[in-house]
């Protein structure tokens, strides 16, 4: 076991845990954040994405399956159950997904609404094409995408309307867009740190 | 009645939980001293278990029980199918844990429960297996040819069953052999829907709780209701005794419409160790043993006049079942059989369908579920007949459809199509594609032998939905009724809750239906609350799949309002002082006729029968009501879609440059679900076109087992669809809805794969096989082109 210490949805939690615990099942598991949900085994699908901060702080989406707890010793992170605000006002990407009919099942859509936080992060004023590719991590079978682009869009229209109103934009994150090089995986992990049946 | 909530695109009620993350899905169950299931599987297609000792699974840490197929035999039951298409169909016995033979990858050999699900994980690496490989059977026509290996050696066969409708044997048309022998022109043609897996986000997880002699099952399933009655058939618990709750449910796609062997396995788990247990499959477990769809070979032979008449068709399929009968899988085919037609008045017809054995995993329900498959067939024969006959491919389908003032009319397979005009959804999504402007465009590209082909793919088709009329399917020998039920609940406070014995996940129902209760009640769309999904509280019902959930539950929903208002009438007359005869119902009130002032609503009739101290005499108290709705006939949703393709012919990529849906799906609740159940039905049609297929390798193993080899398309891979719709309501029912679910799916690939042989028809190409990768539009370009 190894001790980890981590603010997740704002709250400091230390625990100990199995060093090949990944940092979804820590938050599902240990945590109760049962918000956050695994749809595959293989990085792809990106249902688990949450926000988690860099060494210098900055919060970056992360698969967090693709992530050891051990890795997130000492991070920052935020997950769909800590997107809206202290009086659970709604972030403007949640909202958007709501009035665009952006979700139907509901079960990609934590990770797709982290996606699209971190993607308007780091780019306000996507594209259609560019909001399609920044969102290619995240697999949604319901929607055929398209209500997903246009909450996205209306998001960003938002969040940019009132960055121009207040200078503080309603984001867990206020660092500058980099790409993140921190030694994280993002897209892959070895098979062996994924629990798997056998064969 | 007043008519505001109807049609108006309502956000979801759903939406606010799934949002935040604070719903229930099956896997964020945790009961007390629960225990947690792994399960072995089998890495070989076919093979003899000639030992299995599952004894260092205990030895393992955490580890709180281990069992095989042989330790449960006797008390697993074999798994149900509830539709034998035919009376002498074979239905081997299937068990959830395999008893010594295991006859597909993937199929569950053993079994651990443990602390955690990790310590499970770790447990069933230490069991031991010993397997003695069989001959594996995969391919279907090899599969029935003399001296098969077989999949079921005790059976004979690998040949489930042989279905056939023929119009001249049942009276409703010509003899399709005839016409083909008499026959200007045939077209013949095979064609092969690959096989698909339906991947719904939420892998299956299923929770077991034993309490004294009861159980409660939470599962991540379609069909609740189902699921309890064949969990107490099948096991001989008591019906009663047995609770099943279908929380929110992460998609379905007809994917979660089936009773499984993991759900089975934790029954029995529960039931032997007398603790809570719970199994989730990972995404990797889920594509090789959940079930699949498609994998048909469809041989196909159309009868024309040289001007382009269809004078008879004749349909031959051989349908993989994979290793067993999934629960409705047999019948899939079948409910295609129906849809070779179409839109068309084709005089003769006949159709014949296999169910062929194979040591693959069982295919079953996916979304559109045989009327895919059969509008693939004929949307693609009749450009083929065009192109053989140098017609328009738009002529030629409007010299054969069903004219708008022809309906109600009836099929060359007894059908009778309610109601639809083809035209007018046709001339629509011709216009907003800009149809005649392609045209001219990719004559242009055709004459200056550019690069990129430019192609367009026409699909007009037409579904049936709303499954469906009891009568039927006792006819086709399903092993259900096809009605539906609601309940309304008037509480004191003038708040509605509605029971609903559908079972949504992710369609809106809590949204549409409270629409449509709103506006029959006249209480606000937020005072109502819709219950599903958990067999305590709607103890009643057929679930969702086949389109039917507002076709067949919307108008039970509608008919118990009706009631609701019926009871109300009495007692607001009896406060009003006047004649019930004298009251309309009007604004949310009951007012006495020609006066608009001092109604009842609903909210004053509900604390009424509440206090019960002034009531009419011999009237019970209660406003609530339930009702169940058999339905008198399918409905028949259609529509035209239209798909502008360009293909690379240099590097066989395929771009989608626009793509038209013009839908008739008759009246609509909300405008916004609707739109969304198009838009993902039609990425779903488009990757059978383009992105998906389960495919086996030559010992049957499946080699697309993990999502980055089963390529489900992503944000990047699909454009922006145009939608709009044309209006012809469902003339059987007061709602006049006919259903959406499938639409998209059923219409699209036809029109993509339509659109890139378009594109590719002067260089020789008449056909692709799916999906339409890069390498295989480049292929055919080649091959074409020699």
């Given at each position: 076991?190894?001790?980890?210490?981590?603010?997740?949805?704002?709250?400091?939690?230390?625990?100990?845990?199995?060093?090949?615990?990944?940092?979804?099942?820590?938050?599902?598991?240990?945590?109760?954040?049962?918000?956050?949900?695994?749809?595959?085994?293989?990085?792809?699908?990106?249902?688990?994405?949450?926000?988690?901060?860099?060494?210098?702080?900055?919060?970056?989406?992360?698969?967090?399956?693709?992530?050891?707890?051990?890795?997130?010793?000492?991070?920052?992170?935020?997950?769909?159950?800590?997107?809206?605000?202290?009086?659970?006002?709604?972030?403007?990407?949640?909202?958007?997904?709501?009035?665009a009919h952006g979700?139907q099942?509901?079960?990609c859509?934590?990770?797709m609404?982290?996606?699209a936080?971190?993607l308007?992060?780091?780019?306000?004023?996507p594209t259609e094409d560019e909001i399609r590719e920044g969102l290619e991590g995240n697999l949604c079978r319901c929607t055929g995408y398209q209500n997903i682009v246009r909450a996205v869009q209306e998001?960003s229209?938002?969040?940019?309307?009132?960055?121009?109103?207040?200078?503080?934009?309603?984001?867990?994150?206020?660092?500058?867009?980099?790409?993140?090089?921190?030694?994280?995986?993002?897209?892959?992990?070895?098979?062996?740190?994924?629990?798997?049946?056998?064969? | 009645?007043?008519?505001?909530?109807?049609?108006?695109?309502?956000?979801?009620?759903?939406?606010?939980?799934?949002?935040?993350?604070?719903?229930?899905?099956?896997?964020?169950?945790?009961?007390?001293?629960?225990?947690?299931?792994?399960?072995?599987?089998?890495?070989?297609?076919?093979?003899?278990?000639?030992?299995?000792?599952?004894?260092?699974?205990?030895?393992?840490?955490?580890?709180?029980?281990?069992?095989?197929?042989?330790?449960?035999?006797?008390?697993?039951?074999?798994?149900?199918?509830?539709?034998?298409?035919?009376?002498?169909?074979?239905?081997?016995?299937?068990?959830?844990?395999?008893?010594?033979?295991?006859?597909?990858?993937?199929?569950?050999?053993?079994?651990?429960?443990?602390?955690?699900?990790?310590?499970?994980?770790?447990?069933?690496?230490?069991?031991?297996?010993?397997?003695?490989?069989?001959?594996?059977?995969?391919?279907?026509?090899?599969?029935?040819?003399?001296?098969?290996?077989?999949?079921?050696?005790?059976?004979?066969?690998?040949?489930?069953?042989?279905?056939?409708?023929?119009?001249?044997?049942?009276?409703?048309?010509?003899?399709?052999?005839?016409?083909?022998?008499?026959?200007?022109?045939?077209?013949?043609?095979?064609?092969?829907?690959?096989?698909?897996?339906?991947?719904?986000?939420?892998?299956?997880?299923?929770?077991?709780?034993?309490?004294?002699?009861?159980?409660?099952?939470?599962?991540?399933?379609?069909?609740?209701?189902?699921?309890?009655?064949?969990?107490?058939?099948?096991?001989?618990?008591?019906?009663?005794?047995?609770?099943?709750?279908?929380?929110?449910?992460?998609?379905?796609?007809?994917?979660?419409?089936?009773?499984?062997?993991?759900?089975?396995?934790?029954?029995?788990?529960?039931?032997?160790?007398?603790?809570?247990?719970?199994?989730?499959?990972?995404?990797?477990?889920?594509?090789?043993?959940?079930?699949?769809?498609?994998?048909?070979?469809?041989?196909?032979?159309?009868?024309?006049?040289?001007?382009?008449?269809?004078?008879?068709?004749?349909?031959?399929?051989?349908?993989?079942?994979?290793?067993?009968?999934?629960?409705?899988?047999?019948?899939?085919?079948?409910?295609?059989?129906?849809?070779?037609?179409?839109?068309?008045?084709?005089?003769?017809?006949?159709?014949?369908?296999?169910?062929?054995?194979?040591?693959?995993?069982?295919?079953?329900?996916?979304r559109?579920?045989?009327?895919?498959?059969?509008?693939?067939?004929?949307?693609?024969?009749?450009?083929?007949?065009?192109?053989?006959?140098?017609?328009?491919?738009?002529?030629?389908?409007?010299?054969?459809?069903?004219?708008?003032?022809?309906?109600?009319?009836?099929?060359?397979?007894?059908?009778?199509?309610?109601?639809?005009?083809?035209?007018?959804?046709?001339?629509r999504a011709m216009e907003l594609l800009g149809y005649?402007e392609l045209r001219?465009e990719q004559?242009?590209r055709?004459?200056?032998?550019?690069?990129v082909q430019l192609g367009i793919g026409i699909s007009?088709y037409?579904?049936?939905?709303?499954?469906?009329?009891?009568?039927?399917?006792?006819?086709?020998?399903?092993?259900?009724?096809?009605?539906?039920?609601?309940?309304?609940?008037?509480?004191?406070?003038?708040?509605?809750?509605?029971?609903?014995?559908?079972?949504?996940?992710?369609?809106?129902?809590?949204?549409?239906?409270?629409?449509?209760?709103?506006?029959?009640?006249?209480?606000?769309?937020?005072?109502?609350?819709?219950?599903?999904?958990?067999?305590?509280?709607?103890?009643?019902?057929?679930?969702?799949?086949?389109?039917?959930?507002?076709?067949?539950?919307?108008?039970?929903?509608?008919?118990?309002?009706?009631?609701?208002?019926?009871?109300?009438?009495?007692?607001?007359?009896?406060?009003?002082?006047?004649?019930?005869?004298?009251?309309?119902?009007?604004?949310?009130?009951?007012?006495?006729?020609?006066?608009?002032?001092?109604?009842?609503?609903?909210?004053?009739?509900?604390?009424?029968?509440?206090?019960?101290?002034?009531?009419?005499?011999?009237?019970?108290?209660?406003?609530?009501?339930?009702?169940?709705?058999?339905?008198?006939?399918?409905?028949?949703?259609?529509g035209t879609h239209l798909c502008a393709t360009e293909v690379d012919?240099?590097t066989g990529r395929v771009t989608i440059r626009k793509y038209v849906a013009v839908d008739?799906?008759?009246?609509?609740?909300?405008?916004?679900?609707v739109e969304g159940q198009v838009h993902g039905g039609i990425a779903q049609g488009v990757a059978q076109a383009l992105f998906e297929?389960?495919?086996?390798?030559?010992?049957?193993?499946?080699?697309?087992?993990?999502?980055?080899?089963?390529t489900l398309p992503t944000a990047a891979d699909l454009p922006s669809f145009v939608t709009d719709r044309?209006?012809?309501?469902?003339?059987?029912?007061?709602?006049?809805?006919?259903?959406?679910?499938?639409a998209g799916t059923i219409a699209s690939t036809p029109a993509v794969v339509n659109a890139i042989v378009d594109a590719?028809?002067?260089?020789?190409?008449?056909?692709i096989?799916m999906p339409c990768t890069p390498?295989?539009v480049?292929?055919?370009?080649?091959?074409?082109?020699?």
């Amino acid at each position: 076991m190894t001790r980890v210490s981590m603010k997740v949805d704002g709250v400091e939690y230390e625990d100990d845990v199995e060093p090949r615990t990944l940092l979804v099942h820590h938050l599902r598991e240990q945590l109760g954040k049962v918000g956050t949900v695994v749809g595959c085994d293989t990085s792809n699908c990106g249902a688990c994405t949450v926000l988690m901060s860099d060494p210098e702080g900055r919060q970056q989406g992360v698969k967090s399956c693709s992530v050891l707890a051990v890795q997130a010793d000492g991070r920052e992170i935020t997950t769909i159950e800590g997107l809206s605000g202290p009086d659970r006002t709604l972030h403007p990407v949640q909202r958007a997904f709501h009035e665009a009919h952006g979700l139907q099942c509901g079960f990609c859509t934590p990770g797709m609404i982290m996606a699209a936080v971190d993607l308007l992060q780091e780019n306000a004023d996507p594209t259609e094409d560019e909001i399609r590719e920044g969102l290619e991590g995240n697999l949604c079978r319901c929607t055929g995408y398209q209500n997903i682009v246009r909450a996205v869009q209306e998001a960003s229209a938002e969040i940019r309307q009132g960055a121009q109103a207040e200078p503080a934009p309603p984001s867990p994150r206020a660092g500058e867009a980099q790409t993140p090089d921190d030694g994280l995986p993002r897209e892959h992990v070895p098979d062996e740190t994924i629990p798997q049946p056998v064969p | 009645m007043t008519i505001t909530e109807v049609g108006s695109a309502r956000r979801r009620k759903e939406d606010a939980r799934l949002i935040t993350g604070r719903t229930t899905w099956t896997e964020n169950v945790t009961l007390p001293g629960m225990l947690h299931l792994a399960i072995l599987r089998s890495p070989m297609a076919h093979a003899r278990i000639t030992s299995i000792d599952v004894s260092p699974a205990l030895e393992t840490k955490g580890v709180v029980a281990a069992f095989s197929g042989r330790d449960v035999a006797d008390v697993q039951g074999a798994l149900p199918c509830a539709w034998p298409v035919t009376a002498d169909m074979v239905h081997p016995d299937r068990p959830p844990i395999a008893v010594d033979e295991v006859k597909f990858m993937g199929e569950a050999v053993a079994v651990v429960a443990a602390r955690s699900r990790a310590a499970a994980l770790d447990a069933i690496a230490a069991i031991e297996v010993d397997y003695e490989p069989l001959p594996a059977v995969l391919d279907m026509e090899a599969a029935i040819a003399d001296g098969a290996d077989l999949v079921h050696a005790d059976k004979g066969t690998n040949k489930g069953y042989t279905w056939v409708f023929d119009s001249a044997e049942a009276g409703t048309g010509g003899d399709a052999a005839a016409a083909l022998d008499g026959a200007e022109v045939v077209i013949k043609r095979r064609y092969v829907q690959q096989r698909l897996i339906p991947a719904f986000m939420e892998p299956r997880s299923v929770v077991v709780d034993p309490t004294g002699d009861a159980y409660s099952i939470w599962s991540a399933t379609q069909i609740p209701h189902i699921l309890r009655f064949l969990i107490s058939v099948v096991t001989g618990t008591p019906e009663h005794k047995v609770r099943v709750i279908a929380p929110d449910v992460g998609g379905g796609f007809g994917g979660k419409l089936q009773v499984t062997p993991e759900e089975l396995i934790a029954f029995v788990a529960a039931k032997r160790l007398g603790r809570p247990v719970k199994y989730t499959e990972s995404r990797s477990e889920s594509l090789v043993s959940a079930h699949h769809g498609r994998d048909v070979i469809q041989d196909l032979e159309l009868a024309a006049r040289r001007d382009g008449t269809v004078t008879g068709l004749r349909v031959k399929l051989l349908a993989n079942m994979g290793a067993y009968m999934g629960l409705v899988g047999p019948g899939v085919p079948i409910l295609g059989a129906f849809m070779y037609n179409a839109i068309y008045k084709f005089p003769a017809y006949r159709f014949e369908c296999s169910g062929i054995f194979t040591n693959t995993t069982i295919t079953d329900a996916y979304r559109g579920a045989g009327r895919p498959e059969a509008t693939y067939a004929i949307e693609r024969l009749m450009d083929e007949l065009a192109a053989e006959l140098g017609l328009d491919p738009m002529d030629v389908r409007r010299r054969n459809w069903i004219k708008a003032e022809e309906f109600p009319f009836t099929t060359v397979c007894g059908l009778q199509y309610d109601s639809g005009d083809y035209d007018k959804a046709t001339d629509r999504a011709m216009e907003l594609l800009g149809y005649d402007e392609l045209r001219a465009e990719q004559q242009r590209r055709r004459e200056a032998q550019d690069p990129v082909q430019l192609g367009i793919g026409i699909s007009t088709y037409t579904e049936m939905c709303g499954l469906a009329p009891s009568r039927v399917l006792g006819s086709l020998r399903y092993g259900a009724g096809g009605w539906e039920t609601a309940s309304v609940r008037m509480l004191p406070t003038g708040k509605v809750e509605v029971v609903t014995g559908t079972s949504p996940h992710g369609q809106g129902h809590e949204t549409a239906w409270s629409q449509i209760v709103a506006d029959q009640l006249g209480v606000a769309f937020d005072d109502v609350e819709v219950l599903h999904g958990d067999t305590r509280t709607s103890y009643k019902g057929l679930d969702t799949y086949g389109s039917r959930s507002l076709a067949v539950g919307g108008i039970a929903l509608y008919n118990a309002c009706q009631k609701v208002l019926d009871k109300a009438k009495p007692i607001a007359a009896h406060m009003l002082e006047c004649d019930p005869a004298d009251l309309e119902f009007t604004g949310g009130q009951f007012r006495v006729r020609g006066n608009p002032d001092g109604g009842k609503s609903m909210a004053d009739c509900a604390l009424a029968v509440f206090a019960a101290h002034d009531l009419p005499d011999g009237i019970e108290p209660t406003l609530d009501a339930d009702a169940v709705y058999d339905p008198v006939n399918f409905s028949f949703p259609h529509g035209t879609h239209l798909c502008a393709t360009e293909v690379d012919t240099e590097t066989g990529r395929v771009t989608i440059r626009k793509y038209v849906a013009v839908d008739d799906i008759g009246k609509v609740i909300n405008p916004l679900i609707v739109e969304g159940q198009v838009h993902g039905g039609i990425a779903q049609g488009v990757a059978q076109a383009l992105f998906e297929e389960a495919v086996y390798d030559a010992d049957g193993n499946l080699m697309t087992g993990t999502l980055v080899d089963y390529t489900l398309p992503t944000a990047a891979d699909l454009p922006s669809f145009v939608t709009d719709r044309t209006e012809s309501p469902a003339p059987d029912h007061p709602l006049g809805t006919k259903g959406v679910g499938e639409a998209g799916t059923i219409a699209s690939t036809p029109a993509v794969v339509n659109a890139i042989v378009d594109a590719l028809r002067p260089m020789g190409v008449n056909d692709i096989a799916m999906p339409c990768t890069p390498e295989r539009v480049w292929r055919a370009v080649q091959g074409g082109a020699a």
